[in-house]
Nanobody
């Protein structure tokens, strides 16, 4: 199993930017993909973005495409989520996930490892 620790959340005004980090330890090399999910107040957890640990390929939710960028630093075993042009509706707890069972999935059940989450609040 992969151990994940997120950081970088906080309070930002609409239109601002934040960068989240997810430090991974364990069998990161065997993870098909790592990703970010979020859960807003009163909402279900939803997919945000994912990246191939080995090849760097990415895919995004339509709601964040063009504003968020997922990347990874293999040497540091870290995945990042750069969030630009933030909107109040981006307010959520953001979770890092790993051990995806298949490429391209957006289903939380297909990710086997999770971090504890980091709060992102966007004020209007």
């Amino acid at each position: 199993q992969v151990q994940l620790v997120e950081s970088g959340g906080g309070l930002v005004q609409a239109g601002g930017s934040l960068r989240l980090s997810c430090a991974a330890s364990g069998r990161t090399f065997s993870s098909v993909a790592m990703g970010w999910f979020r859960q807003g107040p009163g909402k279900e957890r939803e997919f945000v973005a994912a990246i191939s640990w080995n090849f760097g390929s990415t895919y995004y939710a339509d709601s964040v495409k063009g504003r968020f960028t997922i990347s990874r630093d293999n040497a540091k075993n870290t995945v990042y989520l750069q969030m630009n042009s933030l909107k109040p509706e981006d307010t959520a707890v953001y979770y890092c996930a790993a051990d995806a069972t298949r490429w391209g999935t957006r289903n939380i059940r297909d990710f086997g490892s999770w971090g504890q989450g980091t709060q992102v609040t966007v004020s209007s």
